[in-house]
């Protein structure tokens, strides 16, 4: 086992240099591996439950608060964009002051801005408080690695990011059923102050459980320019991919924000490779593994991300299901992540992650491929097995990559790692749901004119046919009052079967870039520094 001097600061007070990493274990509550990851999962779970809660919220916010389309696009937004912007430097901070730290400071401004958000009165205090929501979500994620790192010993620390990743999965999927019933039987304030309570457990836990872990050699110095060059370039590409559908990707707008991201990208590049303590050391990439790794996790989040995307207004708006019946159907897919993470990590700890990684991303591509042929008429059965098969397939490459990026980076780098690997996840988000909404878009924007057309409908001027076009890309009928119901019939297969080409297509450019994942996946091993944080805690 590599010996690693650590810092360990068990409270307040100065810092008292400890023995190896390989010293005997500690005792009591604090530092336990396992109350670690209880610990950190339960504030994990809040920045995860808001990626998906809030969406289901949205309609009421815009009703009650007077919210224009675009004002309430914001709400999710904003708070995508400051996470994915902060991820990495977060992370960094996380390295420089002690993860520690920085959990407890995310976990309370977490539950503080959401508190702020279901007292507001308009609709510029949400959109402000949930930027916050994600400036703080972005010190809590990275730490949350950074402290299972140090904690758990090389052979069990796939066992907690499998558990972590499933907390992750369960949360993300479980948010519109918990804010549809939240919605529907309290208000949309209620979707928020829930945090309140759950932050406060968590910050409670963490001043008991947790223990600082630094290694020796973690920065002392920040790079200030590297921060700004970063944040810029990842602003103006996630920035970009939002505005994408609204602009077009053949819009100069489009493609400026996406140069001026290169460009700083480059900058940034060039720059650390002549600062003393760069944000990011650029030999990190040297690990095929660890490149391999940030990479999958950018192809999955495109397949799983933008292919989710769409399901959602599938079993809404095609299927005319209720937000909590929608989730309810999605639960096979929550369920093969819950049961599937853990059953993820103790597979890859035994035979490493090249496999179990090449086979989930051959698994998802199955399943997008499968999502690719639901019509109108497909039953729950058939639906639930294509759900079970993504999650099946999603769980192991959660974990997996995870472990493949935070695993073979340096201890003193782990925040950093952690923030490249939850980044990764944001930026495939973004991409998937841009790049698959264009394919969706051009699909309907072809078909529907002839769709429309065969099926005798009234010809469509070129603004009708716009509008009717933007319903169609979510599953809706563009049905005007007064309508007959024979024609109203009509239009709504028309609308149902164009909106099914165009998911039917995305679903197959997802299962193509899950396939390429498979290649990708042949390039990763076990991290080669795992066990730089062993046995710190006890197991």
Same mark, same amino acid.
């Given at each position: ?12 007070? +100065? ?45 009421? $916010? ?32 996380? +390295? ?5 730290? @920085? ?64 907390? $992750? ?205 639901? +019509? @109108? ?163």
């Amino acid at each position: 086992m590599t010996s690693q001097t650590t810092i360990d600061k068990t409270g307040p007070g +100065d810092a008292i240099p400890s023995g190896p990493s390989d010293q005997p274990p500690a005792t009591g509550l604090r530092g336990h591996p396992w109350f670690t990851l209880i610990t950190v999962a339960v504030g994990v779970m809040m920045v995860a439950l808001d990626g998906t809660i809030v969406a289901i919220a949205n309609p009421a $916010i815009a009703k009650d608060l007077g919210a224009t389309f675009a004002e309430v696009q914001w709400i999710t937004n904003a708070y995508f964009l400051a996470l994915a912007v902060s991820l990495i430097t977060a992370g960094k901070l996380g +390295d420089r002051f002690g993860h520690r730290q @920085t959990f407890l400071i995310g976990v309370v401004g977490f539950a503080a801005a959401s508190g702020a958000i279901g007292l507001s009165d308009s609709i510029a205090f949400v959109v402000t408080f949930r930027v916050l929501q994600g400036l703080f979500g972005a010190l809590l994620m990275p730490a949350a690695l950074g402290l299972l790192r140090a904690t758990f010993p090389a052979e069990k620390l796939n066992m907690a990011i499998g558990i972590w990743g499933m907390v $992750i999965g369960a949360s993300t999927a479980g948010g519109p059923i918990l804010g549809g019933v939240l919605v529907e039987h309290v208000n949309w304030q209620s979707v928020f102050f829930i945090n309140v309570p759950v932050g406060i457990l968590a910050v409670a836990l963490g001043v008991v459980m947790l223990l600082d872990h630094r290694a020796e050699n973690a920065p002392r110095s920040f790079d200030i320019l590297g921060i700004v060059l970063l944040s810029g370039a990842m602003f103006c590409l996630v920035w970009a991919l939002i505005k994408a559908p609204e602009w077009g990707w053949g819009d100069g707008k489009t493609w400026a924000f996406i140069g001026a991201s290169v460009l700083l990208f480059a900058l940034f590049s060039l720059w650390e490779t002549k600062v003393s303590e760069p944000l990011i050391p650029l030999g990190l990439f040297r690990s095929v593994p660890l490149s391999a790794g940030v990479v999958l996790m950018v192809l999955m989040a495109i397949a799983f991300m933008g292919g989710l995307f769409f399901v959602t207004f599938y079993l809404q708006n095609v299927h005319g299901m209720s937000p909590i019946d929608a989730g309810l159907h999605l639960l096979p897919l929550t369920g093969m992540m819950i049961v599937g993470s853990p059953l993820a990590g103790a597979m890859i700890t035994k035979v490493g992650p090249r496999v179990p990684l090449a086979g989930g991303m051959a698994a998802t591509a199955i399943a997008m491929y499968g999502m690719s042929t639901l +019509d @109108t008429g497909t039953g729950s059965g058939v639906m639930s097995l294509w759900f079970a098969l993504l999650g099946l397939g999603l769980a192991p490459v959660m974990v997996g990559a995870t472990e493949v990026i935070v695993g073979n980076a340096p201890m003193e780098l782990s925040g950093v790692a952690g923030g490249l690997q939850q980044a990764a996840m944001q930026i495939g988000g973004s991409l998937g749901t841009a790049v698959l909404g264009a394919v969706m878009a051009s699909k309907v924007d072809s078909d529907l004119a002839g769709n429309w057309t065969d099926a005798g409908l009234p010809p469509l001027t070129a603004a009708q046919e716009h509008q009717a076009s933007e319903a169609v890309q979510v599953g809706v009928a563009p049905i005007a009052p007064g309508t007959p119901d024979a024609v109203a019939a009509k239009i709504t297969d028309v609308a149902h079967d164009t909106f099914l080409s165009g998911m039917s297509l995305a679903s197959l450019v997802a299962a193509g870039v899950a396939a390429v994942a498979v290649l990708v996946a042949l390039l990763t091993k076990r991290g080669q520094n795992a066990e730089a944080g062993a046995g710190v805690g006890h197991i």
